[in-house]
């Protein structure tokens, strides 16, 4: 499952599906909003081409580290300290390959895939990982 | 002919998230930008800096491929292609 939505993530859903009887290994990762004294973060997608992106690098993953399944479900939207942004789901054999390929994912999710992240704070707002202009 | 153009994040906030332009037969991809910065005075600010250069955070699609501003920009379009414009991504 590769999927950007508004809706909240559930993990135990995600770790449900990729159980396998020749899956040893499930590694889940779990990215939140940490509160670097912001109120709330916006998440905003270039879905079509962030899912095409995704699949490519779920792809990837399978090759690279012979998983068995991958998930990936990213939010969209506004999200307050604490809620889920992205959701990966890996599943292998053994334990190395399933680290590695949750790792590899979601280090190339964050160079690659088309999305945004707006901190909202008391005193102004900001877009993440923006450079001299902040666009 | 008509092509549409997509804007995400501070672009978005500029541009607006989606527009469908008419432009000229095989117009170019920085014959569009251009436009765009003549007709919109922020946008010109932001992206392209002193000399007339696309800044390098301006980053590009057509049709939701990655092409290279310092190289595409020649690039003719068609009827119904799609331009996406935005910064630097920061998902995950």
Redesign the interface.
Known sequence: MIKITAEDISIDEMVKRAKSDDAGAIVTFL?SVRDDGIKRMQ????S???L?ELEAIREEAIERFSLKSVQVV?RTGSLLVGES??AIVCSAGHREEAFAGCRYI?EE??????????EIGEKGER?????E??? | MLVKV?A?????E?LGKERELEIREAATVAELLSGLASANAAFKE?AFDDSGDL?D?VLL?VN?KRIDPRQDLSRELHEGDEL?L???????
């Open positions: 990215g998440i905003e997608a270039f079509e081409a962030a095409a990213h942004i992205v979601i999710l964050k160079k690659r895939a088309p999305i945004w992240k707006k877009w993440v990982d923006g450079h202009r902040n666009l | 997509l995400f994040a501070g672009l978005r500029i932001a800044r955070y699609m939701r996406a935005f910064p630097p991504v920061a998902g995950g």
